[in-house]
């Protein structure tokens, strides 16, 4: 990927709204499932303890097998880099380009201030300047709005309490591991696809062309950018009532990110936006839709009110009780040492029976801005 002589040109027009917050664009679902699992007493602890040997250990084997982009290595990269942390009000955080698998990119990290994010060679080399915006803008949407902790620090506890079961001994161990291990991967499950929808948003709020962000969405899903120009767009879009009348849309609730032509759909309502296109852009008299119409239009393509959607709560309340009971169960077989666990079960449960019961909640008007900390 090499930057055009024009695209110096598009970079000076993006609008940079000073002080913006992932209040102001974070979808509504989102939101409400983060801040449930983080007013859990104890999370904190726990992703600290967990994570610090965790992330050490899968940091440093990654970044073995990087580049890191800088002004000096990849700087067409770089530019975008700090041009979408200047956007999002954010530092700019380290990028790597690996040899992964496909066009693809991915954030981790415990924290805002030791999060990286990772392109392959396959995005850096096919996707045009202002995809690769998109992209970009898409993973420190993820660091800005504290994804990168929160949601690895679940998923990894998930793991974590599930992997620690296997050495205990006692009856029905093995079934307690099943039962604990669907509700929890269906939670965070859950959880990430609302979260790929406000980051999405960020992504769009960087590029800021909504022709470029959908075509950024299919060149990710499809790995080609010679079939992306194949694809008829009204088609595309059909295939999103087909899916939400089948069985297919059983299967969403084992994935990390919504099907695209929900993703698609989603991220074309915020381009309608007041914040997009009144707030951002700056178009005057636009008739936008306000964040409460935004939101509930998202929730209903994303069929948070559909049977499954409660089977999801219902799960989740189970998983909550059953947490409890492997603790109470653990505490006196497991070694000196490792009584945590058992803590950390009951953690995980409290968070995700909260976060369960957020997400079955309807979008309601957005929260006060939240006043910018002073440095």
Avoid at 232 to 243: I, M, P, R, S, T
Avoid at 317 to 337: N, Q, R
């Amino acid at each position: 990927m090499e930057l055009k002589e024009d695209s110096a040109e598009w970079l000076k027009d993006l609008k940079v709204r000073k002080g913006i917050d992932s209040s102001d664009y974070e979808y509504d679902g989102d939101r409400k499932a983060l801040e449930a699992f983080k007013s859990v007493p104890g999370v904190d602890w726990l992703c600290g303890k967990f994570l610090e040997a965790v992330l050490e250990l899968n940091m440093a084997e990654m970044l073995g097998g990087a580049v890191r982009v800088s002004a000096r290595q990849f700087p067409e990269l770089d530019r975008l880099r700090l041009q979408c942390a200047k956007t999002l009000d954010m530092g700019a955080p380290p990028v790597f380009v690996f040899e992964g698998e496909g066009i693809n990119a991915f954030t981790v990290g415990p924290d805002a201030e030791r999060s990286c994010v990772f392109v392959t060679r396959a995005a850096a080399d096919l996707c045009k300047e202002r995809e690769l915006t998109f992209i970009l803008g898409h993973e420190m949407g993820h660091i800005k709005s504290q994804h990168s902790l929160y949601i690895t620090i679940a998923a990894f506890l998930a793991g974590t309490g599930v992997w620690a079961l296997r050495r205990m001994e006692f009856p029905g161990a093995a079934y307690l591991r099943i039962l604990l291990g669907l509700p929890a991967r269906l939670a965070l499950m859950a959880w990430a696809r609302r979260a790929e929808i406000t980051c999405d948003r960020a992504g769009l709020v960087c590029c800021q062309d909504i022709d470029t962000a959908r075509k950024a969405l299919l060149i990710l899903a499809c790995g080609s950018r010679k079939l992306v120009e194949r694809i008829d767009l009204e088609e595309f879009k059909q295939q999103n009532a087909d899916l939400s009348e089948s069985y297919a849309r059983w299967g969403e609730l084992f994935k990390t990110h919504p099907n695209l032509p929900k993703r698609v759909r989603a991220l074309e309502l915020f381009s309608e936006s007041r914040f997009y296109r009144c707030d951002l852009l700056g178009e005057a008299g636009f008739p936008a839709r306000s964040r409460l119409d935004l939101d509930t239009a998202v929730y209903k393509l994303l069929g948070d009110a559909e049977p499954a959607a409660q089977k999801l709560k219902e799960l989740q309340e189970g998983a909550a009780a059953l947490g409890k009971a492997v603790a109470e169960m653990s505490a006196p077989m497991v070694k000196k040492g490792k009584a945590g666990m058992g803590f950390g079960l009951d953690i995980l449960a409290a968070g995700l029976q909260a976060a369960s019961e957020s997400l079955a909640q309807k979008p309601k008007a957005p929260p006060k801005r939240r006043k910018a900390k002073k440095a």
